[in-house]
T-cell receptor, first 110, second 116 residues
Framework: RKEVEQDPGPFNVPEGATVAFNCTYS??????FFWYRQDCRKEPKLLMS???SGNEDGRFTAQLNRASQYISLLIRDSKLSDSATYLC???????????FGPGTRLSVLP | EAGVAQSPRYKIIEKRQSVAFWCNPI?????LYWYQQILGQGPKLLIQ????????DSQLPKDRFSAERLKGVDSTLKIQPAKLEDSAVYLC??????????????FGNGTRLTVT
């Protein structure tokens, strides 16, 4: 089993739609969690950290379920500019190891 | 604040040749990472430095890849000899230590390597 797995995608949604991505991780000792966004031919950029209590940043909501070892990202009111690959990242051993999932590609269509 | 600097942006070489990539992390970031990202996949860690010491190089193909960070600041990743399957984007990232561990990663623009 891979350390970090994500919905295979791609997701093609119309503007204004709500879309949710899921990510599962295998190491129960994982301590911190992030969502990164990667535009085509660009480097990954931090979208948001994921906290145990869940957190929201504008149209983006991240949730963590430690018992089930999964993380989710919800995007409301999708914009064309949200089109990108979303990478789930799990940090193990207090910063010694950041493990990336394969990414889920999102295309928001006009 | 200046970001993570990488060079070159692009490199095309023939198989069996050698190549080197350079990275300068964000000032004050003690931890430096080299990742390999093959098209359609997530980044895969090659090596992690804490200052000038290696923390994790378990996934570095040591028969052909080497990396150093001699003064604990900038770093060089080398491939010698290159193979076709080394074609990928090589991403450098840095982070700083906090009380609870490392901050999230900040990436450079990457070096896109094509081996023909």
């Amino acid at each position: 089993r891979k350390e970090v797995e994500q919905d295979p995608g791609p997701f093609n949604v119309p503007e204004g739609a709500t879309v949710a991505f899921n990510c599962t991780y295998s190491n129960s000792a994982s301590q911190s969690f992030f969502w990164y966004r990667q535009d085509c031919r660009k480097e990954p950029k931090l979208l948001m950290s994921v906290y145990s209590s869940g957190n929201e940043d504008g149209r983006f909501t991240a949730q963590l379920n430690r018992a089930s070892q999964y993380i989710s990202l919800l995007i409301r009111d999708s914009k064309l500019s949200d089109s990108a690959t979303y990478l789930c990242v799990v940090n193990i051993n207090y910063g010694q190891n950041f493990v990336f999932g394969p990414g889920t590609r999102l295309s928001v269509l006009p | 604040e200046a970001g993570v600097a990488q060079s070159p942006r692009y490199k095309i070489i023939e198989k069996r040749q050698s190549v080197a990539f350079w990275c300068n992390p964000i000032s004050g970031h003690a931890t430096l990472y080299w990742y390999q990202q093959i098209l359609g996949q997530g980044p895969k860690l090659l090596i992690q430095f804490q200052n000038n010491g290696v923390v994790d190089d378990s996934q570095l193909p040591k028969d052909r890849f080497s990396a150093e960070r001699l003064k604990g600041v900038d770093s060089t990743l080398k491939i010698q000899p290159a193979k076709l399957e080394d074609s990928a984007v090589y991403l450098c990232a840095s982070s700083f230590r906090q009380a609870w561990g490392n901050s999230p990663l900040h990436f450079g623009n990457g070096t896109r390597l094509t081996v023909t």
